[in-house]
Every structure is written in structure tokens, then in C-alpha cells.
């Protein structure tokens, strides 16, 4: 064999040889408890599909998936904290498109960048949301509301659950395409905009479905549309917002399990084979759809696709709407 046959051989063997440490740590991940870090607080939509997927996880894993929650800041608090964490899988994040896709564009100052410091690992589910207000408020349809809206002095105080979050904008659009303006008052998650609603504080605010369908069952609130392309199968009477005349108010929370850009390749194939299969599974796929969550479970590489399209969608919509958070 010539000398310079040699060197391209060797040279196509490098990447190979390179990759074994990694391989092999794959083959042994985890040895340990993994953490997944949540930016809501516990009892809302975020932290019960967080649950169930760490729970399915925990068996497959054989190790024990520890939820972790760091409420604030419309889940920015959770994702600077696995961002800037070790990149070794061992710290995750259940991204949603508040912190990932909407912060970058709505706050110059933001303290992590996901698109260079996070990597998505699978988008496991996605929730919709309703338009609720109090149950004693006089309006049953989504007309009547914008009707009374439109004629009331001054600006509608609309709850959301955050600056920046895919509620808050929910709301700016609305607003927008009905003709009334919004007072946004943000509270620092989604069960206080709701407690809110109940109380009469506010005149409406876009809530989970995951959240709300149990107080709208009770009484406690009404929904009058759903942000949903088809009516939800927890509340089959409640219309869509297009049913209701705005096709506009195109709004849902993507969820994904996402870890530090760095961590190895074949880690990360781990994650998202052992996520795909823990949310796919039937008696957790049954209960995350109780729950009012769509079940998804996609690639890295489609995650990743949805990660680019979300960022491009979203800094449209603020740019659109000229909020800046900082």
C-alpha cells in the first residue's frame, strides 16, 4: 500500500475513531438520574405532561427521569438554566414555544440563544387553547363578546400567563382582527390568569385546553372558542375560532424535549428514540390526551425542521405587533 494510500485511509478513519468515545457513552447513558427542567409550576398543563413523559421514560431508561420546576418568566428561567447546563444529556428541558420561539424575537437582552445553545430532541406534544371568560359574564358567543368589547370606554384587560407567551400574542391578535384594544395583564403562569377569570379581574384570557376544560366543565367559566383547527373532544360543543369567524387566531404551545446544543450526537439519539417511544405508548398516549394535549413524538431532524419554521413564524408576529420586552 503506497504512503499517501495510507494517509487517506487514515484520514477517512479519523471521524470514526472520534466518534467512539461518544458511541460508547451512549451505550451506557444513562447510569444515572436525568433531570427535566419545567418553567411552570406544578398542577399546570407543562408540569402534567412533563409527569407522564418522565414517568414513561423512568422505565425505559431504567433510570429515574426527576421533574424540576423553574417557574418564571414564561419559562425562560427553565431554559437559560439547561442552555448554560453541562452538555452531557443529563439535564433536559421541556421547550415550549414561549421561551424557544417567541422570546428571541420579543427580548433583546434574552440570556441563553436556543438556536445556538439548545438542540431539539423530540416534539412530543402540542396543546390548543380556549377563549374563556367568566361564567357570569353576559356573552355566550365569541360575537357577543367582541360586540360588547368593541362598545365598552378604554382597553379590554385580557389575562395571560406572561409577557412574550403564545397567550399574550393570542390576545394582541385578536384584538387586532375583532377592533378592540387589549390591556394584556400577565401573570406568572397559566392557572393564575385563570384564577383571575373566575374572581371577574379580567374580561378573558386564552387558557390552555389542558388547563381549563375542568373549570369550564364545572361551571366555574365558559369557553367560547377554541384556538383548534377541529373542536376539541373534551368539549365537542365549544366552536373553533375559524367556526366563530377568525381563521386568524391560529395559536398553539408546542412541546419538546430539547437538551444543550452540545451534548453528542448518539446521546441524543438516545433521548428522542427512548421520548418518541415513551410518549407513543398506549397507556401514556391515553392519558397525555386526557390531559388535552395532541400527541406528536417526531424525529431530531423534524424537531429541528419545527424549531426553524416556529422561530421564523413567530418573529413575524412580533415584529407585526411592535412588542418589545425589555
Not at 260 to 281: C, G, T
Not at 292 to 312: C, D, K, N, P, W
Request: aromatic fraction near 6%.
Amino acid at each position: 500500500m503506497t504512503l499517501n494510500r495510507r494517509r487517506i485511509l487514515a484520514a477517512a478513519a479519523m471521524p470514526a475513531l472520534a466518534s467512539l468515545p461518544f458511541l460508547a457513552r451512549a451505550q451506557g447513558f444513562p447510569d444515572h438520574p436525568v433531570r427535566l427542567v419545567v418553567g411552570y409550576a406544578p398542577g399546570t398543563a407543562p408540569d402534567v405532561l412533563a409527569r407522564l413523559l418522565a414517568q414513561k421514560m423512568s422505565e425505559q431508561l431504567k433510570q429515574q427521569v426527576v421533574v424540576d420546576h423553574r417557574a418564571g418568566a414564561g419559562g425562560q428561567i427553565a431554559a437559560q438554566t439547561v442552555a448554560k447546563s453541562a452538555p452531557d444529556g443529563y439535564t433536559l428541558l421541556l421547550g415550549e414555544v414561549g421561551s424557544v420561539s417567541i422570546a428571541p424575537a420579543a427580548f433583546s437582552k434574552l440570556p441563553y440563544d436556543p438556536a445556538k445553545e439548545l438542540a431539539g430532541i423530540s416534539e412530543v406534544a402540542r396543546v390548543d387553547f380556549l377563549l374563556a371568560v367568566p361564567a357570569g359574564a353576559p356573552y355566550q358567543t365569541v360575537a357577543e363578546f367582541v360586540q360588547a368589547m368593541r362598545a365598552q370606554q378604554g382597553k379590554v384587560n385580557f389575562g395571560t400567563f406572561g409577557a412574550g407567551t403564545s397567550g399574550h400574542f393570542g390576545a394582541e391578535l385578536f384584538g387586532e382582527a375583532a377592533g378592540f384594544k387589549v390591556e394584556p395583564v400577565h401573570y406568572r403562569a397559566t392557572g393564575d390568569a385563570v384564577t383571575a377569570i373566575l374572581a371577574g379581574d379580567v374580561a378573558a384570557a386564552f387558557v390552555s385546553t389542558a388547563l381549563g376544560v375542568a373549570q369550564i366543565k364545572g361551571g366555574k367559566m365558559r369557553a367560547l372558542a377554541t384556538t383548534a383547527p377541529q373542536r376539541s373532544p373534551l368539549l365537542p360543543l365549544v366552536p373553533t375560532m375559524t367556526e366563530s369567524g377568525y381563521p386568524s387566531i391560529d395559536i398553539s404551545a408546542w412541546f419538546a424535549l430539547m437538551a444543550p446544543k452540545a451534548v453528542p450526537a448518539p446521546v441524543l439519539d438516545v433521548l428522542s428514540r427512548e421520548a418518541v417511544s415513551a410518549i407513543q405508548a398506549a397507556d401514556t398516549k391515553a392519558k397525555v390526551m386526557e390531559a388535552g394535549f395532541s400527541v406528536i413524538g417526531t424525529s431530531r431532524a423534524e424537531t429541528e425542521a419545527m424549531l426553524r419554521s416556529e422561530a421564523s413564524r413567530w418573529a413575524g408576529v412580533v415584529k407585526a405587533s411592535g412588542f418589545r420586552g425589555d
